[in-house]
Nanobody, 117 residues
């Protein structure tokens, strides 16, 4: 499985960005998907996750609840992360993550989000 993340960039505080992650595997709908982020000098942390198939279940880190929304489009093999009311502390490299039904895990290459104050 290959994951290609995009959508990062430079934005002012209070602005919005939409990240996208496209998977190459045709069994994408069976994967639970998520986004993690890693700020400079810090460990990678969970941001948001969405369940497989219909994606009816989603979960967020406390720091992004109410500002970020994760969604998936199985027809396009894509998971999105809509990020609103961005803060300087959201600055990080954002990584797409996939977990298969047998527990295998895959990571995308990361996309840099920089929020200026």
């Amino acid at each position: 499985v290959q994951l290609q993340a995009s959508g990062g960039g430079l934005v002012q505080a209070g602005g919005s960005l939409r990240l996208a992650c496209v998977a190459t595997d045709r069994t994408f709908s069976s994967y639970s998907m998520g986004w993690f982020r890693q700020a400079p000098g810090k460990a990678r942390k969970f941001v948001a996750g969405i369940s497989e198939e219909s994606g009816e279940l989603s979960i967020y880190a406390d720091s992004v609840k109410g500002r970020f929304t994760i969604s998936r489009d199985n027809a396009k093999n894509t998971v999105n992360l809509q990020m609103n009311v961005l803060k300087p502390e959201d600055t990080a490299v954002y990584y797409c993550h996939a977990r298969t039904i047998i527990g295998a895990e895959y990571w995308g290459q990361g996309t840099l989000v920089t929020v200026s104050s």
